[in-house]
């Protein structure tokens, strides 16, 4: 595509950064399922009924599509798709006591911190700090992702800097 415009040019680099974010959040949603795995669900429970995974906390995580909101794009990475289930081995929901599934939000805070005690034999009673190793690494190498992404759909981010500059 020959770019004769400013109109075109942004057109060009918006599509760009679109799938350069595009594939971060896929790089990201891998990472932060590679740290559930290990810090989740990398133990046995002694509780032997909850040694039978669900893995829905696991597949609950997606990222949305990027979208532009006035001039900054965005994608988000979520947890929208957790469902309870019920547990007919255990006779209870999959995450939860006998009655009530836990709401999404507790569970996160109850995995990442760890309970300190359970009153319906809930595993995690030892933190399993996923959150806080996801934002470590986010924070360590987000950037470079982004970066890298960039460059590998064409667009250096000395490209994206240059022409600001120029435009200014």
Known sequence: MVVSNLA??????????????????EILL?????????????????????????????????TSEPVFIG????????QDGFEFSWNDQRDMWSHGNGLYPLFT?????????????????????????????FEAYCDLNVLSIFATQCALVGLPLSTLVDASYSSS
């Open 105 to 133: 939000e507790f569970l996160d805070d109850i995995i990442n911190d760890g309970l300190g005690e359970s009153n319906f034999n809930f595993p995690a009673i030892e933190p399993r700090p996923y959150w806080t190793r």
């Open 71 to 78: 001039n900054v794009l965005s994608s988000v990475l979520s």
């Open 8 to 25: 075109q040019f942004q057109i060009l680099v918006n599509a760009k950064i679109e799938q350069a974010l595009r594939k971060t959040m």
């Open 30 to 62: 891998v990472k932060l399922k590679e740290i559930i795995m290990e810090e989740v669900y990398s133990y046995n429970s002694s509780n032997e009924n909850w040694n039978n995974r669900t893995y829905e906390f696991l597949n609950s995580w997606n």
